[in-house]
């Protein structure tokens, strides 16, 4: 089936094939019955299901589903272009081979040039005296010639009598040269690692190796040697049994042959022979049924210097969960040299409509210390978990939690401990002016213990009460901006009255492992200022920004102010600290977070917190960080980026204890980005150790170094 007509100068032809419809446009055409073929001349345009192919003469053989292209061919398949003086191209397969052309192959941003290009498959080239580049321009930065390439799109390319050009210099030479061409996960070695650590690693590299197993599993294997320490292997392997079901394994090993001799707060060691170290970790999800999933988060080390040894690059900061969304960078901790404990958590939750069972497994790893004994570990701890609902129908709503859990160490009280608390409120709605919400709290805590340092009183009871008021009310006024992206900005005041007693509870036998419940009687006065904005974007669609947020809070001691009415000598004190909360982000490029509590008895304040974003389009950033806590703590977090030009980027880090006078970290980094490469150097001096870290990446085709 053809159609054919005549516009102006050129001739335009529909004709059918096995691929479908296909139009010609060209300065004539003719039809060749007995080979069942089409001859176009003259600013030939053909287009066809999936592309269009321009060219001065084009024959199209129908039966062959093959078109021969001669003269200025251009090739456009989805977003791939083939440029060359002779194409030959099989329509149907996708195939075809290309005569002093050159190729970009848009999925990988590869530019291919070469004597005779041949697709030989879906995602397979063949070319012959080839070039490669993923550089745009005429002139590009670098290039790697051969006499053979063969590549695999999503797999790897291998040249043969390969050359790396910077420019037109020719900078190295190699027989064979395999480069990766990925775009998915495909089985193959991936970037590097590589740094120098004067005092701790030495030279250290490792290299990883993933393996596609199967749709639903793959593994990771890491091999990674540091001469002042040895080889440490590696291995992580995760599945995915469905969208409800999968997890991650690592495990690593290491014979550490360093000599170490250290007295660092309670730890001690004297490292003269080859130690046996080693990690683990498992983190599984699995939806058994709607309403019922297991998760665990498992991980273990064989000594408390693991990760204060090798802070610089570990497996589980490279995976720390940044986003709780991320299914396979699950893990939780921050594993450097500040970490503490590390927490093993095996939970099972059943959830009902309006209530949440928990069943949990929990081990504690105290790496501050050398041994564990005096841990309490949770072997295992039940909670039950009530949503706030209407009593029996009635105005007065009802809120139950319970607990019981086994508390178990080698040294130290250990035994069962049961915990229940029903809670009753009553929201009135006084006038429609405020809310007020009187609580009433019971709290039964009941025990047994098991350990050996008690002869009598096993078991025992404690009934403790807590009432209290909640007063809120809030007033707002909206502020007009007609025509403006933001079109309204309302500012509300909220107000809030909380007044908490819980009277005298007597819990003289309550073993360490119970929750003391403090005696209290305290008013607390708060007060919240917000500024939100509504924005209109310009497709007309709304989001709403709050611009900035002030809480102010203070207590006050009731208790505390009729001690001296009780003949005590000492001048009570019964305001207690004033907290601030600030959040204030006013644009995109700027966000100011405070935290502070000011002792207004003493004049000083006992914490300060201060956290300043700035950015701005083009990619420079700065953060300060300041961290006080009275007596106990001052930090100074500083991280700066500044993009120079386009290409050239400066970064430095400080992270400094002004609460003992040192630096803990302290780093400079250079990094040269061009389209299609990038090079980079980073110098961190830190407590105990000094690292160089060098990257190199070309664009497409990976790259080595340091994150």
Sequence with gaps: MLGLCLSGSSWALEARMATG???????????????????????VSITFSGGTLQADSVVLERGANMATAVGHVVLRTDNDVLEGEKVVYNITANTGIVYAGKMFIARNHFYLQGDKIEKTGEATYSVQEASLTTCDGAAPDWRITGRQLNVTVDGYGLIKDGKFFAKDVPVLYVPYLIFPAKTSRQTGFLFPYTAYSSDKLGWDAELPFFLAISSDADATFYSRYMDKRGFKEGVEFRYLRNSNSYGTIYADYLQDSARITEQKDNLSRNWQTSQNRWSYYLQNFALLKPGLYLRSDIAGVSDPWYFKDFTAHNYYLDHYAVKADERFRKVSFTADESLNALESKVRLVKDWPLYNLTALVNRTDDLTRLSNDATVQKYPELTLSGVTQSFFGSPVNFALSAMAGNNYRSAGQKGEIFDLKPLLTLPLDVGGAFRLIPLAEMRGTFWNRRDDLVQDD????????????????????????????MEKVRHEIKPELIFAYIPHTEQGNLPDFAEVVEEQNTVTAALTNTLTARMKGKDGSMAYLEILRLKLAQSYDVREARRNADGSAALSRPFGDIDMELDLKPTLYFALYVRNRFNVNDGRWEKANYDVQLSDSRGDAAYVGYRYTRDLLEEVNLSLKASLT??????????????????????????????????????????????????????????????
Excluded at 461 to 475: I, L, N, W
Excluded at 663 to 687: I, P
Aim: aromatic share 12%; hydrophobic share 35%.
């Design 646 to 707: 386009k290409t050239i980027a400066l970064s430095y880090d400080l992270r400094k204890n002004e609460f003992d006078r040192r630096s803990l970290d302290n780093a400079f980094g250079f990094n040269f980005t061009r389209q299609c490469w990038s090079v980079g150097v980073r110098y961190n001096d830190a407590v105990g150790d000094r690292t160089i870290l060098l990257s190199f990446s070309l664009n497409g085709l990976g790259g080595v170094g340091g994150k």
């Design 458 to 485: 096993r078991q025992g009871s404690r009934m403790a009460y807590r009432f209290g008021v909640d007063a809120t009310t809030s007033v707002f006024r909206d502020f007009v901006r007609p025509g403006k992206a």
């Design 21 to 43: 419809p296909v139009t010609i446009e060209a300065a004539s055409v003719s039809y060749d019955r007995e080979h069942d073929a089409y001859q176009a001349q003259g600013e």
